[in-house]
């Protein structure tokens, strides 16, 4: 349930896949949460660096929606680490501010990582704030480890083990698979 903080309309929000007609509702959402800047976001910069024809989206990316219109979306991309597959990485993802702090963010995050580990994947990475992502278990990864394109502060680059200690094993650069 939903109710928007002015209006006080009640909806219902479903979390769902999101799906390739969602992809202009998730660029509005992107703009307005992130502003001009948002294709500098490492996600969009590894996501470039993809082999020609893959899929834009994951089976791992995640939106709340209202009907059409989405209250949020979670990408999530396959990469490899050092030539070390499955690994994903997480980003971006986006509330809009006027439903932000109902469990949004953290629903379609932890809905992710339990598809992922049931797939097998065995480590999920991002850069971001480290004090939201620890609420789900995500640690930084030990500076130098594992390398994005673009500099990254080592204090944001962080990461989730799907199965018990396979962080070591992934060392290098991240790139799209
Ligand atoms: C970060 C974001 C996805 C969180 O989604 P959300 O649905 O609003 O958050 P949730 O409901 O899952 O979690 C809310 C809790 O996390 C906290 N929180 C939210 N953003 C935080 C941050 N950047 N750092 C620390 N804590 C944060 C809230 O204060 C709240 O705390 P509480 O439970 O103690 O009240 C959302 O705020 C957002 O889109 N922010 C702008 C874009 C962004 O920074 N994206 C992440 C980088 S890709």
Do not use: W
């Amino acid at each position: 349930m939903t109710i928007h903080p002015v209006t006080g309309t009640v909806t219902q929000a479903a979390m769902r896949a999101l799906m390739p007609a969602d992809m202009p509702e998730v660029s509005r959402l992107h703009e307005r949460v992130f502003g001009p800047g948002r294709y500098a976001r490492t996600a969009y910069r590894v996501r470039e660096g993809a082999p020609k024809g893959t899929p834009l989206l994951s089976q791992y990316c995640r939106c709340v929606a209202v009907g059409p219109r989405l209250l949020g979306s979670l990408n999530m991309t396959k990469v490899s680490i050092g030539g070390t597959g499955d690994a994903l990485l997480l980003g971006p993802v986006a509330v809009d501010p006027e439903f932000a702090n109902q469990g949004f963010g953290r629903s379609m995050i932890n809905d992710a990582i339990d598809a992922a580990r049931k797939d097998g994947v065995k480590l999920m990475l991002l850069v971001g704030d480290a004090p939201y992502y620890a609420r789900m278990d995500f640690v930084a990864v030990p500076t130098g480890q594992i390398t994005l394109p673009g500099p990254v502060n080592p204090a944001r680059l962080l990461a989730i083990e799907l199965q018990p200690g396979v962080l070591d094993s992934y060392r290098g650069k991240v790139t799209a698979r």
